[in-house]
């Protein structure tokens, strides 16, 4: 009986009841683009997907910038004031950084299409600033619902924005958009999600309409360890997670890339429907344990054994079968990619280890440290993919690639636990 009971408190908690309505949203919206992917694979070719893939990373690293990380802070102060300062400063941090982008782009975005070697997509770089505007704006609205747990207005944006861009992807195509209509259907598709999660959650932000300047240059000031160490931590995570794409772009055909770029998109689908939503659920649920002084390692210890239990198996699963999946699903020209999926499994399996804790250095002022981790983990990536490219190799590029990630990802764990562990024994030496 015992036993049954902590099955049904486990169950029934809030911690359960949030991620389960972020994962159920997530695995709609998810569902909804792997439904449309077999019908946009037969109609954009693996050139044109690769250079998608290029410019959605460079919209990916560009949009670190565009809050300051200031959003991540949103959660951590027990004051409503402050959260909300927070909240205004990466807005007012997002709009200056469009400006500065969009200026950039319509002065020199013929140079930068040259030195990326890819003069033809010159005219797409245009869509940047834009896309960057409206991720910076989810990004401070989506810490801020979570703030008040607002999980379910989250869910509307997820499934909103996936089924726009999965329906515009394919309209776009059919109708000849062949170049631009993957990028068009992207920024349509955010801009409908954004506009109505605000729209449907204006009773929430009614308190950031009423502004403090001082307040908000106090914020900035006490929380700055977040654009100085968060931020630059987060920009190496990105650019070496979106670095395969960037860097073997410059060296290797655009179909190769654009293969690659399927199984990579594919992979992170699913990734990053479970841990953006344990983390959310996850971070909100620590940083107040945190602020009540309770102890966090059960917790820990808890997710990690589930985790494992429940998804190795499927892990394990794909290695014998992603190239047959991928040749029913997509077609055989796409075959490849699942055998470039298969190469990056383990680095998979560990981001959704290492991703759902990473907010961990953030609890305890530890950015510092995580940015040196992180610039390590960074160089060692590069040394991979320059092995792939000095040995003109696609396949050692991704497996070297895959593998150095994989470790320093475990290293990460490793420290997280470390982390938890000295805070816990500061409670026991305070009691």
């Keep these: 009986m015992e036993i049954l009971k902590n099955i049904k ?30 019908l946009i694979t037969r109609i954009y070719n693996p050139a044109v997907f690769g250079e998608f893939s290029l410019i959605i990373s460079i919209i990916a690293i560009l949009s670190l910038f565009s809050t300051g990380k200031y959003e991540l802070a949103i959660l ?12 205004q400063l990466s807005f007012l941090v997002n709009t200056i950084f469009f400006i500065i982008s969009l200026s950039i782009i319509m002065l020199w975005k013929t140079e930068i299409a040259v030195f990326l070697k890819h003069e033809t997509l010159s005219m797409l770089f245009l869509f940047i600033p834009f ?14 619902l979570t703030r008040q747990k607002k999980y379910y207005n989250i869910s509307v944006y997820n499934i909103t924005q996936s089924f726009f861009i999965s329906g515009l992807k394919y309209l ?15 920024f349509c598709g955010q801009f409908i999600a954004t506009l109505i999660s605000a729209i449907w959650g204006s009773a929430h932000f009614k308190s950031v309409l009423k502004i403090n300047k001082a307040y908000i240059i106090h914020v900035a000031k006490q929380y700055s360890n977040f654009p100085k160490f968060e931020l630059p931590y987060k920009l190496l995570n990105t650019i070496a997670s ?67 239990t429940t998804f190795l198996p ?4 794909f290695v014998f079968c992603s190239e047959w999946c991928f040749e029913i699903f997509f077609g055989l020209e796409w075959r490849a990619s699942g055998f470039y999926l298969k190469l990056i499994l383990p680095w998979l399996f560990m981001v959704m280890l290492a991703t759902a804790f990473s907010f961990v250095p953030n609890l305890f002022f530890r950015q510092k440290t995580a940015m040196m981790i992180e ?26 690639y895959s593998a150095v990630s994989a470790i320093m990802l475990g290293v990460k764990i490793v420290w997280y636990l470390y982390l938890i562990k000295k805070y816990e024994l500061s409670i026991v030496n305070q009691g």
Excluded at 131 to 144: A, D, E, H, K
Excluded at 379 to 396: D, K
Aim: hydrophobic content about 50%; overall charge positive.
């Design 76 to 87: 951590l102060p027990k004051s409503e004031k402050k959260a909300v300062a927070l909240f």
């Design 131 to 144: 896309m960057v505007l409206l991720t910076g704006c989810w990004q401070s609205i989506n810490y801020f």
């Design 242 to 308: 979106n670095l395969p794409i960037l860097l073997l772009s410059l060296y290797f055909d655009m179909k190769e890339v654009g293969l690659f770029a399927l199984a990579f998109t594919l992979g992170f689908r699913p990734v990053n429907l479970f841990t953006s939503s344990v983390y959310q659920v996850l971070y909100r649920k620590m940083a107040n344990k945190i602020q009540n002084r309770e102890k966090l390692k059960k917790d820990f210890f808890s997710f990690y054994k589930t985790y494992c």
């Design 9 to 38: 408190k486990k169950y029934t908690s809030e911690f359960f009841k949030y991620s389960a309505v972020l994962l159920s949203s997530n695995a709609l919206s998810q569902l909804i683009a792997i439904i449309v992917y077999p």
């Design 375 to 400: 610039i390590v983990y960074v160089f060692l990536r590069i040394l991979a993919l320059i092995a792939g490219i000095y040995f003109n190799s696609f396949i050692m590029a991704i497996t070297l």
């Design 314 to 317: 499927i892990f394990i699963l």
């Design 172 to 186: 776009f195509g059919i109708k000849g958009l062949i170049q631009s209509g993957l990028l068009w259907a992207t």
